[in-house]
């Protein structure tokens, strides 16, 4: 059998990861009053705004510098000023979130001093927007390192310093809407004020009102992000984080360096164990106890994991996407007792293994690969020949072929109804999962026996 270790490619076939500039305009979404603004060519902007829509099935307005051949040689300076007086006239923003594309970064486009020009040309206008830029070249690193760059350029941008609040930052991570509304009610039950950065979980699954919104109601307001200065603690979900350059800051290493802000850094809470670490973590800032509610989903929890280690114990999995949510992923099925045979992301912050093995499994035997493709994984599955593959809905190709049942989690999901409601944390996110994984080993068990069974 070839090792799987062996590549013979080096070029990427079927990434396993997305452009950075998405990740950016899915954080600057997460801001109330915020228009996205990808500076570059048109193209970029489409494909961004296509891939979220068929994702969070609502409509996502981003708004692009829209280069021609003239700015790719000369620079975009004339289309950035076009772009953000359009943008400032038509939606009248309270905040514009810049980020780069591939084709600036390369041309060399200095963001810092084309915003201070377009600042100092319209000081005297009334209603000038706040402007924030992100670098997000795609060629060096992912969707989830311009997610985080962009928090950590709103909270650089926007904290303040001030008397201490009884107030939280919570960091979420990369998730889906309906984590974020779970994690906001889980803080709320503590009973202590909170600061999300940031929350998107309104814009990107919102109600439906009748009237279009230009700029949909929810997110983090601009008086939180400076709030976020003055909190009791910040938590950051995530072991990984934006850490593809090693020099990298986070959002709540910014505010501790900056605000001695004490940084309590969890993974992301999927699994009883790393759940319990985001409780304890709330009991400690706040001094009290879990309501009794998530109690009760724990124990609930527990119980269902007895009830179904007979379908799930020694199956086996290969688990990919975001290097955190691997993380977070692999942790759970540890509990469940299902095998990680093979965990891979397109991600390179060459971290995974080191955080699978640190945090997660000290026993040091699955194989881990980060900047994989899904032609790598496709390889590895028909050698590996899992159970189960866990992951967004790129795989599905994978699972057609091999015939190999896929667990639709995380993002993207293109090809099902509800990606953006998909609940993967806490106690009650975990049962979701865990329902999700038995049911789907289940089904496949039943759909391939000879007999027509309809009883356990
Ligand atoms: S050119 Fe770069 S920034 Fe634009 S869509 Fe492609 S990867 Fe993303």
């Known amino acids: 059998m070839k090792n799987i270790e062996e590549k013979t490619y080096t070029s990427t076939r079927n990434a396993c990861k997305v ?20 500076h570059g060519s048109q193209g970029c902007a489409t494909y961004i705004r296509r891939y979220l829509i068929s994702h969070y099935k609502e409509p996502v307005d981003i708004a692009s510098t829209n280069f021609t051949e003239e700015s790719a040689i000369f620079g975009g ?30 041309i060399g486009d200095d963001m810092q001093k084309l915003l201070h020009k377009y600042k100092e040309i319209y000081a005297r206008e009334t209603n000038l927007p706040a402007l924030v830029f992100v670098n997000t070249p795609s060629y060096s690193g992912t969707h989830t390192d311009g997610f985080h760059n962009a928090i950590h350029a709103l909270v650089k941008a926007f904290a303040c310093g001030g008397e201490v609040a009884d107030a939280l930052n919570l960091f979420p991570g990369f998730l889906s809407p309906a984590d974020i509304r779970h994690l906001r009610e889980i803080v709320s039950s503590f009973g202590i004020d909170q600061m999300l950065g940031v929350d998107y979980s309104d814009v990107l699954d919102n109600e439906h009102t009748g009237n279009y919104e230009k700029i949909p109601a929810g997110g983090t307001t601009l008086d939180e992000l400076k709030a976020m200065g003055a909190a009791k603690a910040s938590i950051e979900l995530g072991y990984i984080l934006n850490k593809f350059n090693p020099k990298a800051e986070t959002a709540g290493e910014y505010l501790e360096n900056n605000f001695s802000i004490p940084r309590i ?29 998530y109690k009760k989903q724990r124990g609930r929890l527990v119980d269902s994991y007895i009830d179904g280690h007979k379908h799930l114990f020694g199956k086996r999995a290969v688990v990919y996407g975001e290097e955190d949510f691997v993380v977070g992923m692999v942790a759970f099925l540890e509990e469940l007792g299902i095998e990680t045979i093979l965990c891979a992301s397109g991600g390179n912050s060459g971290l995974l293994k080191k955080v699978i093995d640190e945090q997660v499994l000290p026993r040091n035997e699955i194989p881990v690969h980060d900047n994989y493709d899904f032609e790598d994984i496709a390889e590895a599955c028909a050698q590996l020949k899992p159970d189960l593959l866990i992951g967004n809905s790129k795989g ?15 993002f993207p999901i293109h090809d099902r109804m509800g990606g953006q409601r998909i609940l993967h944390v806490g106690y009650e996110g975990t049962q979701q999962l865990f329902d999700l994984i038995t049911n789907t080993l289940i089904e496949y068990k039943q759909d391939h026996s000879p007999v027509g069974y309809k009883y356990m």
Do not use: H, M, W
């Not at 950075?20 to 228009?35: E, M, N, R, W, Y």
């Not at 514009?96 to 600036?104: F, P, Q, R, W, Y």
């Open 77 to 106: 300076e004339a289309n950035l000023f076009t772009a953000l007086q359009n943008v400032s006239s038509q939606y009248k923003p309270e905040l514009i979130g810049i980020a780069t594309t591939c084709l600036s970064e390369t």
């Open 396 to 410: 599905y190709y994978i699972s057609r072929k091999l015939g190999i049942p896929l667990v639709r989690v995380g």
């Open 19 to 38: 452009c950075t500039p998405l990740g950016a305009s899915i954080a600057f979404k997460g801001v109330a009053g915020c228009v996205p603004l990808i």
């Open 265 to 293: 850094n969890l993974g992301l809470p999927i699994g009883i164990s790393e759940s319990d670490f985001f409780f304890n973590a709330l009991e400690t800032i706040t001094g009290k106890k879990t309501p009794g509610k």
